[in-house]
């Protein structure tokens, strides 16, 4: 069974600015505006401790504050040296001007 979960206002992600959502029972999530579409991927980097949306988005590439690393917005695929691991990215939906993603259970 599978429930929405209202992130933020759309309008709130500006091309190039990723927006960090941290609500109970999910991941801390980054979402992020690219050439007007929007996304939704954990904020987490997989290499270490370090939250994606303090680092620098470059189009469809978020490269991580720490070690230079980097991943593939849309597809959450690992970049560039050392991020090795894919980045979680969630279906979104848009509903009434809000970025929505389906609450999977045990997505935590
Ligand atoms: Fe992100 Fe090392 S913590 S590249």
């Not at 980054?30 to 620098?56: E, K, P, Q, S, W």
Request: charge should be negative; proline fraction near 6%.
């Amino acid at each position: 069974m599978t429930s929405k979960v209202r992130l933020c206002p759309v309008a709130d992600v500006k091309d190039g600015e990723p927006v960090g959502v941290f609500l109970e029972q999910l991941p801390a999530l980054a979402v992020y505006n690219v050439d007007g579409d929007i996304f939704v991927t954990n904020n987490m980097c997989t290499h270490g401790n370090a939250m994606l949306t303090d680092g620098y988005q470059d189009g469809g590439i978020i490269e991580c504050p720490f070690h230079g690393g980097s991943f593939d917005i849309a597809t959450g695929a690992a970049k560039a040296f050392p991020c090795q691991v894919a980045i979680k990215t969630y279906p979104v939906r848009i509903e009434d001007g809000w970025v929505c993603i389906d609450q999977l259970e045990g997505v935590a």
